[in-house]
């Protein structure tokens, strides 16, 4: 029986992924990657979204992610399984910058004004760069995959001796696992694109395979939903009142033990809420679950656009840029994505869609 509270919590953690990222375009708190500030605010307090979510949403998906991993297991083998991971995840995230990509380097370099240094630079050379700037929030998927081919050789060793042991987490071993989630974040962490973070993100995609795709541990967590709420917005609530204002990204902060505990229990909060009350569908639920992976591929482009075009000349009001940023990250998403997910080749190479037989699309 599908989880549809798993598709559920992906689409609208993606939602939220678009709106972070509008904030983060124009924050006022010095977190580099966008145009900055625009207001004539002294302290923009509404920057404080960021601080919420950048600890747990992205771990979030990272755990979803592994526990459908499982679940696609159980009735894939290996094979099939490295075969869609490749498809859906690397193709998109290596092939897909070189043909469509690049626009978003050519975007986010224009942001930053890269160009202008670049003047005696080879169009062929330029080009290269804006591929590898077009990665952007691409990194998702690049992870995603590698995580994926690694879980295959653990599952090889494992014969599922950890499987059946993470069956038996109760809340305690559930709640002592943030100590996990901040060990991790300690190591493997890319020195200069700080999004790369191979232990923190990693933990939780083994643990959503090993652990949370049991249904008794979802059923455990179900009954603490109100505890585990209270301990993420308690933790939370003291991360962002302690850091606001400062870079939540990079470290020390994004390997603190209130960022990452805080990323766990949230994430726990989260799972179990959804798992105790968004477990249905509807025909909007369908529709945003099935465009949900075009809107993350595409997001950052209509809200990037946007902001050359818009808040780097400043030229509007600033609320209306905002706003005209959020509506174009949706509507720019939407559309390449109804539009590419057509286009033989371009289907393939930017959205990992394969070849349609008859009436089947995958």
Not at 16 to 35: A, D, K, R
Not at 86 to 102: A, E, W
Not at 193 to 201: A, L
Request: net charge positive.
């Amino acid at each position: 029986m599908r989880k549809y509270y798993l598709d559920n919590i992906r689409w609208v953690t993606v939602v939220l992924v678009v709106i972070y990222h509008v904030i983060y375009m124009y924050n006022g708190e010095g977190i580099l990657g966008g145009v900055g500030k625009i207001t004539s605010l002294d302290m923009q307090y509404y920057d404080i979204f960021l601080y919420a979510v950048y600890p747990w949403f992205m771990l979030l998906l990272f755990l979803v992610s592994g526990i459908c991993s499982r679940y696609y297991l159980d009735s894939h083998t290996a094979k099939e399984f490295a075969k869609n991971r490749t498809r859906k995840l690397l193709i998109p995230s290596t092939v897909g910058l070189f043909v469509f990509q690049f626009i978003q380097g050519y975007v986010s370099m224009s942001i930053s004004d890269a160009f202008d240094s670049m003047h005696e630079v080879p169009a062929v050379i330029k080009y290269f760069i804006m591929v590898l700037s077009g990665t952007g929030v691409l990194w998702y998927i690049q992870l995603l995959w590698l995580f994926s081919m690694v879980l295959l050789l653990v599952r090889k060793i494992d014969k599922d001796r950890l499987w059946k042991l993470g069956g038996k987490a109760n809340l305690i071993a559930i709640l002592l696992m943030a100590l996990v989630i901040w060990g991790a974040a300690q190591i493997l962490n890319t020195p200069v694109v700080v999004v790369y973070r191979f232990g923190y993100y990693g933990a939780a995609f083994l643990l959503g395979y090993f652990v949370f795709s049991h249904d008794e541990v979802i059923a455990t967590l179900k009954k603490y939903f109100v505890l585990l709420l209270v301990l993420g917005v308690g933790v939370g609530t003291a991360f962002c009142s302690m850091y606001f204002g400062d870079n939540y990204a990079e470290a020390p902060i994004n390997r603190s033990i209130l960022f990452t505990v805080f990323g766990w229990l949230a994430s726990m909060a989260i799972l179990s809420g959804a798992a105790k009350y968004a477990d249905k569908q509807n025909a909007f639920t369908i529709w945003m679950s099935k465009n949900n992976f075009g809107l993350y591929v595409f997001h950052y482009l209509g809200i990037s656009t946007a902001a050359l075009l818009l808040g780097k000349p400043g030229n509007l009001p600033t609320t209306m840029i905002y706003i005209i940023s959020l509506i174009a990250g949706f509507v720019v998403a939407y559309a390449l994505n109804a539009v590419i997910s057509r286009i033989p080749f371009f289907r393939w190479a930017v959205l990992g869609i394969k070849k349609e037989r008859k009436n089947d699309v995958s």
